[in-house]
């Protein structure tokens, strides 16, 4: 704030991988400043140094745009917010920005989702057998059940590598079901030979619940298919799949859904990265596994080894470049930008698997 009362040099501002979340704060700024979002509304459970006022909403716009921003983001989570939430692309429009979409990008799409896999695979060892207790689950037995929400790319490769797990051998084919919402990736998981869940109000339940959508998949109003002692599992980009923060409210309420004083007590650690026990209608025992955190980030140790990953930061150095030598667009009504289709071929030829690379070679 005191940034803004000053007259400096002319800036320019990058924002990396959330793009999408700076642009809901811009559109959340915007509709305070129009008197249309009361600010207090908005903050109410933040610390009183962290409150605004609506003068303070204008001095940040004013400030804002004033200056180059240019925006980019990596994740199909920060793309549902653009499509879901009108107010961004007018907000957009209004400082005549863009963002540069890599989560739709080729090589995010083709290489990446191979490499949350195996870190899937890997977390899902760490949690059966070597986690500390308050993160360890039980590894399911041959005739537990699944339910792998979402069949994207992402939801493609953790689906092979569940059922392909080498030692692990986790799932068989006949205990995973998949759900999604689109009928052209439904069809895909039928064709790879699996059995379709679109049914929520059946008598049939599963053991563990795997989200791998980029949002909120399976609503409390959906946990009828839910067996005691189920587990809840992210994979996704944050903690978005399930709905914690309204389970929690609801338990502390006690309504239908209840937490022990203990599990209570927990929620104010420090260590977040736990597993949450919850009893639903008194009956049920369900666990939101890592707090309803992707099980790849419990902060303690690489997943993977980190310059595998070397094809995210990549694309979003690509992107960056893209998005700084971008000129101000004020009219465009597109505000998601594609990622130049030139540095998606070089990401994806430089990192190509070794056996594509080998067949390239030998074909």
Known sequence: MELTKKKVTPMKLLVLDSGACFSEALANLYEIDDGRLDPHQLVENLPATLKIERSDASLLLSHLESIEIRLVEQTSRGLFKYIEQPSIEKALNRIGTSI???ASSEPKRRLEPLLIAEACLNMLSYLFYDAPKSLRIPKPSQSQKCLLLGYGAIGQAIGHALMRGGDLNIFSKGSVKVWDQDASRRQLAQDEGLEIFDNWDSNEEFDYVIGCTGRCSLPMSSFSVLRNNAHLISVSSG???FPFYEMVQRALCDTEIGLSSAQIDELTSEDIHRNIEFRI????????????????FVGIL???????????LSCMIAASVQAVRASQQMNNQNRI???DSTYSALICDWFKPKVEKHSDTTG
Request: glycine share 6%; hydrophobic share 40%.
């Open 100 to 102: 540069v979409d890599v």
């Open 239 to 241: 903690a978005i799949e």
């Open 281 to 296: 209608d008194n009956r049920r025992k369900l666990t939101v596994v890592n707090g309803g955190m992707p099980i790849t």
């Open 302 to 312: 690489n997943p993977i080894l980190p310059e595998k990953f070397d094809v995210t």
């Open 337 to 339: 930008i594609p990622l």
